[in-house]
């Protein structure tokens, strides 16, 4: 692209002086906020008291984020563009943290840190210091959706921030380093799922600076050919900015922020004025400038600007080094702070005029706030869609395939703010029916015989859980719903994901002015003991053990034990806010155990004694069988029976769990019980055979302070599968109908003598069971079409 003509025109030399100030007084505000705890204008010489006595932050992305937040300024007041900023590079929060105080939008958030000289100092002594605020892009700073401590999230945020936004442009920077993660190659093909007609845009700024902390960058050291082939095969038309010298990178950067907005707006003036909506070439603009631009070039004879040097603190040991000292004093006046700021401390007036104002502020956008903007879905009636239940065990039903045309209409009657999010796995976990009214986002090429693919899709799939993850999260950060489903097992890819969402979740509840999210809620089908098709690879309910160690008033797990009960769980978690919810419930034909009303009640309480299923009347029992999960709870249904026909006598009490975390004291979950509650429904003295959907150690360590732990005894999950028949995999496990009857007679005290022959029976109806399998290749009849028969009277079974 021959840009000469462009350059010249970007900028005037007035507009270049007054947009190289500004960029000067956000790299002193930055440097500042590393180094100073006094002096913050330098009206005295520096003393080693005005520095800080621990040196923390990073200096060598944050000149060129100062860089692109100027410039994207300029063109936000030129252009009165609806802009928000997502920041790759965590590591540059000193320089966002400038930007947000300079065009003031920090001093309303936080009224303590005034746009003059004491405000400064706040500012600079906050930064990463004790009780103040961390070195990222944080959830303190406004305007951000995304903290970028851990790399890899920032182009998926953006783009899911993009979606269902025609208006905004989400600019975001990836780092060098962070390109090289695997999260972020994936994300450059999200064009594929943006439509330019209903969707907002997305300018990615890939920051070439050439080092991580102590190595080069792989995309600043292949050919510049090859990374500009890179781009273009990713669906880009890449334009490069390069350079050292301030005034020639500030005219380019201009003139192809300008270009790069023109190309946006006509390729969204086509989609929108009739053209065909198609995969287009968006712009973007690969950046390289030095690391540490503008910082002491060399430090003690060794060379720093443009180096790896520069990646965190260039002078370390200033508060006990004279020369050091010496330099960040010549470092800092190097900007000239005394035409920056006035005599009160505030910015000029020349430069208080430059940014945006308002809502039009990336710092201030209302979006970057996303509970501002969120409305409640309309969400149809779960009621009516349930199964009609006419004793427990009828009918047969998939829980997922009972939820789908729930969904399904959830996403027609809120079609700009709901999203159905999978990898590759929506029609596999029974929700096909979202497809009646939808089809899966896509703007590529299409071909005879593909299904249900649309430009205007409201299902998100793409064989990338980290995609999946972080578009969802972008939607959510912005103010929209959606459903994130996937296979039990391989929801385990973002792990690292949650993580940092949960952080977000609990930090941003104790900031005042950031306003409750939508829930982050999962759905997990084709779960570990209906994945024995696959096989052990498939076979991992781990995920819950990973989200129980979240903050308790983030985190939410449901085990929702038939289709109705799944109804009820999945409504309660799209009203729900600020939570990650996770719900696992089967896909395969299962036993519906309550009518709607029960199932709903079930759902409030979140765990409950079954009376149908119980004996014990009103009197103690003599052991409690507890279930949590939909297999578990067929298991121990089946085993109750059992008990039911051959030790009639015995008094059995059966709790079924939904809501996990009710295990938990109330002292360490908002949802736990009380020891007094405990103890009425589990007893505080009896054998408790409680069986479980994941591993059973999870039961145990919620239940380890309770005061009848010692007679808690878990069948779960212990890291035994193949591919085999579904029967097989719970024996494999022991949790099997069988072992739980053996369980009980194991431990109900003087049981065992009277009951050595159904143990026996019990033993030998297990190999019975297995030799069938491995002669017919699939589950005895009797144990596969086994059905729950209710008793005359529940009390004298």
């Given at each position: 692209m021959d840009t000469a003509l462009d350059v010249r025109r970007a900028l005037t030399d007035d507009e270049l002086r007054r947009l190289d100030a500004y960029w000067r007084a956000a790299n002193y505000l930055t440097v500042g906020q590393i180094y100073l705890l006094g002096n913050p204008l330098l009206r005295e010489p520096l003393t080693r008291d005005d520095i800080k006595p621990r040196l923390l932050g990073h200096w060598g992305t944050s000149p060129g984020l100062n860089l692109i937040y100027a410039h994207l300024n300029r063109v936000i007041v030129a252009r009165d563009v609806n802009a928000m900023l997502v920041t790759g590079p965590g590591h540059g929060g000193p320089a966002i943290v400038a930007n947000t105080w300079l065009e003031g939008t920090w001093s309303e958030r936080y009224h303590d840190v005034a746009r003059d000289e004491a405000g400064m100092a706040k500012l600079f002594r906050q930064f990463s210091f004790p009780g103040g605020i961390p070195s990222h892009v944080a959830s303190d700073v406004p305007g951000s959706i995304h903290e970028g401590g851990e790399l890899g999230y920032a182009l998926s945020h953006a783009y899911g921030a993009a979606f269902d936004d025609p208006d905004l442009v989400v600019a975001c920077v990836v780092g060098d380093g962070e390109a090289e993660t695997g999260p972020l190659a994936g994300?450059?093909?999200?064009?594929?799922?943006?439509?330019p007609a209903r969707d907002g845009a997305v300018l990615p700024i890939l920051h070439l600076n050439g080092y991580k902390i102590a190595n080069p960058t792989v995309l600043s050291r292949i050919p510049e050919t090859d990374l500009l082939d890179l781009m273009r095969g990713s669906g880009y038309q890449p334009y490069v900015v390069a350079g050292d010298d301030p005034a020639v990178v500030h005219r380019t950067l201009a003139a192809t922020m300008d270009r790069a907005l023109d190309e946006i707006a006509e390729i969204q003036r086509r989609a929108r004025s009739g053209g065909a909506v198609e995969r287009r070439r968006w712009p973007m603009i690969i950046l390289r400038t030095p690391k540490g631009w503008t910082g002491p070039s060399e430090v003690d004879g060794v060379q720093v600007e443009g180096t790896y040097r520069a990646h965190q603190v260039p002078l370390s040991g200033v508060r006990d080094n004279p020369a050091h000292?010496?330099?960040?004093?010549?470092?800092?006046?190097?900007?000239?702070?005394?035409?920056?700021?006035?005599?009160?401390?505030?910015?000029?007036d020349e430069l208080r005029a430059l940014p945006p104002h308002g809502d039009r502020r990336m710092s201030a956008n209302p979006v970057t706030n996303g509970g501002v903007v969120l409305r409640d879905l309309a969400l149809p009636d779960f009621r009516d869609y349930g199964v009609d239940v006419g004793e427990p065990g009828k009918p047969m039903a998939g829980a997922t395939g009972v939820l789908g045309p729930w969904l399904r209409d959830v996403i027609s009657a809120n079609p700009e703010t709901f999203r159905l999010f999978g990898p590759d796995e929506v029609a596999s976990n029974r929700l096909g029916a979202a497809f009646e009214v939808t089809g899966r986002a896509w703007v590529a090429a299409t071909v005879a015989g593909d299904d249900h693919l649309s430009p205007d899709g409201r299902v998100m799939e793409v064989l990338s859980e980290h995609l999946c993850q972080g578009w969802l999260e972008g939607y959510l950060l912005t103010g929209r719903h959606g459903v994130f489903t996937s296979y039990e097992a391989f929801i385990h890819i973002v792990d690292s994901m949650l993580n940092q969402h949960a952080k977000w979740l609990k930090v941003t509840r104790a900031i005042p002015w950031r306003q409750p999210i939508a829930s982050l809620n999962y759905l997990l089908s084709s779960h570990v003991w209906r994945q024995d098709h696959n096989g052990f690879s498939h076979q991992d309910p781990g995920f819950i053990d990973h989200v129980v160690n979240k903050k308790a008033e983030v985190v939410r797990v449901y085990l929702p034990?038939?289709?109705?009960?799944?109804?009820?769980?999945?409504?309660?978690?799209?009203?729900?806010?600020?939570?990650?919810?996770?719900?696992?419930?089967?896909?395969?034909?299962?036993?519906?155990?309550?009518?709607?009303?029960e199932a709903i009640q079930h759902t409030r309480r979140g765990l409950g004694i079954w009376e149908w299923a119980s004996n014990d009347g009103g009197t103690e029992p003599d052991v409690v069988l507890a279930c949590c999960g939909d297999v578990p709870t067929l298991e121990t249904l089946a085993a109750v029976e059992l008990l039911r026909q051959n030790l009639p006598e015995l008094k059995v009490r059966l709790v079924n769990v939904?809501?996990?975390?009710?295990?938990?004291?109330?002292?360490e979950h908002p949802h736990g019980l009380t020891d007094n509650e405990f103890d009425t429904i589990f007893t505080a003295d009896r054998p408790v055979i409680f069986a479980y959907h994941g591993y059973p150690w999870l039961i145990h360590r919620l239940t380890y302070r309770r005061n009848n732990h010692d007679n808690l005894h878990v069948r779960g999950y212990k890291e035994e599968g193949t591919t085999t028949t579904p029967f097989d995999m719970v024996m494999l496990n022991d949790l099997d109908r069988f072992h739980l009857v053996i369980d009980v007679i194991d431990r109900v005290p003087g049981l065992g003598p009277r009951a050595a022959h159904l143990r026996q029976r019990m033993v030998d109806?297990?190999?019975?069971?297995?030799?069938?399998?491995?002669r017919y290749g699939e589950d005895d009849p009797a144990v596969a079409e086994w059905r729950w028969v209710r008793a005359t009277d529940p009390t004298n079974p």
């Open positions: 994300s450059w093909l999200s064009n594929v799922f943006l439509n000292l010496a330099e960040l004093e010549r470092w800092l006046r190097s900007y000239r702070p005394e035409e920056l700021f006035d005599a009160t401390g505030a910015p000029v034990p038939d289709a109705n009960t799944l109804l009820s769980t999945m409504d309660h978690c799209l009203r729900s806010r600020h939570y990650i919810n996770v719900v696992v419930a089967g896909k395969q034909s299962a036993p519906s155990w309550l009518t709607m009303t939904v809501d996990l975390m009710r295990l938990q004291t109330d002292t109806a297990r190999q019975a069971a297995r030799d069938y399998t491995r």
